[in-house]
């Protein structure tokens, strides 16, 4: 890949590259294109945060995330052993991430039932 700049540095050159890896492999563009995406993504992140000390998190959150949906989209009401056996993980995890996610489903689905609807 090309450089971005001198002064853009390793840094931004190693996020450039990571973007246009990533484009090529989920979005199945170019070369050109995803090269051309990284290098605008990380410029545009040293247009936001440049000059700025930053702690990156390690995303565990959002892998947490990412297995509570998985988990949740693979039950089908009775098969928490099987899910459980499938990512390594005990049964009692099985059922509190599905408990957590139904409530999520509800609460977003039923809505605000106090909210008054000023605007109608």
């Given at each position: 890949?090309?450089?971005?700049?001198?002064?853009?540095?390793?840094?931004?050159?190693?996020?450039?590259?990571?973007v246009?890896?990533?484009?090529?492999?989920?979005?199945?563009?170019?070369?050109?294109?995803?090269?051309?995406?990284?290098?605008?993504v990380?410029?545009?992140?040293?247009?936001?945060?440049?000059?700025?000390?930053?702690?990156?998190?390690?995303?565990?959150?959002?892998q947490?995330?990412?297995?509570?949906?998985?988990?949740?989209?693979?039950?089908?009401?009775?098969?928490?052993?099987?899910?459980?056996?499938?990512?390594?993980?005990?049964?009692?995890?099985?059922?509190?991430?599905?408990?957590?996610?139904?409530?999520?489903?509800?609460?977003?689905?039923?809505?605000?039932?106090?909210?008054?609807?000023?605007?109608?």
């Open positions: 890949m090309k450089e971005i700049s001198s002064t853009a540095g390793d840094l931004l050159q190693a996020l450039a590259d990571h246009s890896q990533s484009a090529k492999e989920t979005l199945q563009i170019s070369d050109e294109q995803a090269e051309a995406h990284g290098i605008e990380a410029m545009q992140m040293a247009s936001v945060w440049g000059g700025q000390q930053l702690y990156i998190p390690k995303g565990i959150h959002l947490a995330s990412k297995l509570h949906q998985q988990i949740f989209d693979e039950w089908k009401g009775r098969n928490q052993r099987e899910i459980a056996m499938k990512h390594g993980i005990s049964l009692a995890f099985v059922y509190k991430v599905i408990k957590r996610m139904r409530l999520a489903v509800i609460a977003r689905d039923q809505g605000d039932l106090f909210h008054t609807h000023l605007e109608e």
